[in-house]
């Protein structure tokens, strides 16, 4: 798939917005949710508690799609249809969610309608958080939120405003996909949909990191923004997700949260413009922090998300709590890959385990099914694994003692479109391509 290494200083789209407001009155959305990087901050003003949150009368499926099919072919959309169907019902069965998950999906020719006409690295789509919320974290710092998650959370009073969706989902009909039910086995040519949708929604549900080569230098950063400081200089304000919160750097143990509070020391000695904030930071200490981080990220087993209160911060970690208490993020990749890197788990380690689903790559002719018996998870945890059950607990999300399959329609029309695609899926990737 179609990494977007080349996009160049896309990410400053929100870094040099001077915000006059505070943070909890600025929210993050994604203008196009197939480019990880095209992000803005927008208004949310705070507003009385909503007691009215819509309810959701099917408990086996929280999940409400809008979908959108904008091809010629009813049977296809119909079936695609289906597949965020059941993929909300699998992360149902995993996540008891107080109020229900609003997706806006769409289906559509990424070639005629997003201009993307590449034949040999096709964008499969993408999942985003519709909007990150400002939120005040435990540790008093403020992460932004997945406007899914927040919804679960006990909300204050007063709140920043939401939008009408929690993700946003693109997906391309360019590709040959198989689903569940069709009457053939799928190929090392096909996708399993559902497999993807699952990957990508998990991300809109909060599986993705903020730190980024944002000003395309080689660096890694939190998102940026900046605010006001009155009559004295301006200082940059690095926001952290709430992922963010439990990664660490291995084996050291010390969290990135601590160089996102080191770099937030950085002031800037410049008018604000998109250069003068790129010189500015390239000659102060907090550069090469930020170059520190960008080359851990190109190194294996160099960062995870801590999965037990037993990992004290900065404690050296012993191979087994790396093991066993450790969820690893993907480090793997030279060079650093800006929708793959930190934001996935770890290919090799994860390959072969019930915690597969988040991987950055897509396992050439497997489908789901077949991924979730080859790790003995089909009744166990489905596809959502063991450690990827604990991350999401630890996100803030209520997580279902016991799993039950969901049951799922499997009814399949044979006159599915077939493309005629020569392609390559030993490196397809899946997210950010897209969602990521």
Known sequence: MKTLTNISFIGLIISIILIQTTLSEKCVIYSQPIYRFKTQFIDCPMIKKNTNLEKRQNADDMFIVDF??????????????????????????????????????????????QGDCDTQNIILGAARPSRMIPYQDS??????????????LSLPNNHPQMGPDDITAMFNSNMNYWFEGDPTPMSERQVDLLYVVIHELTHGLGFTNSWNDYLNMQILTPIIGQISTGSGPLQAQFVEFVFDKSVVLLPSGQ????????????????EGTEQDFMNSFSKSPQFSIAKDMYNRAENHGTMGFVLSSNIQPNTQLTTDQIQNDIILLETSLNPFQPSSSIGHVDFQTYKNTSDFLMMFTYPPGRTLNDMMSLSGSTKTTGPMG???????????????????????????????ISFNLVLSFVCILLTIINYY
């Open 68 to 113: 959108h099919c904008s091809i010629g072919d009813s049977a296809l959309c119909s079936k695609v249809k289906n597949v965020f169907i059941s993929a909300g019902k699998y992360i149902t069965a995993t996540l008891n969610l107080k109020t229900p998950i609003k997706v806006n999906a769409q289906f559509l020719d990424f070639c005629k309608e």
């Open 139 to 152: 540790d008093g710092r403020a992460r932004l939120y997945p406007q899914s998650l927040y919804k679960q």
């Open 255 to 270: 969290p990135v949260t601590s160089l996102a509070d080191q770099l937030n020391q950085f002031q800037i000695n410049a």
């Open 386 to 416: 063991l450690k990827l059950r604990l991350l999401l607990g630890i996100l803030g999300y209520d997580v279902k003692k016991d799993y039950s399959p969901p049951a799922i329609n499997t009814s399949s029309d044979s006159s599915i």
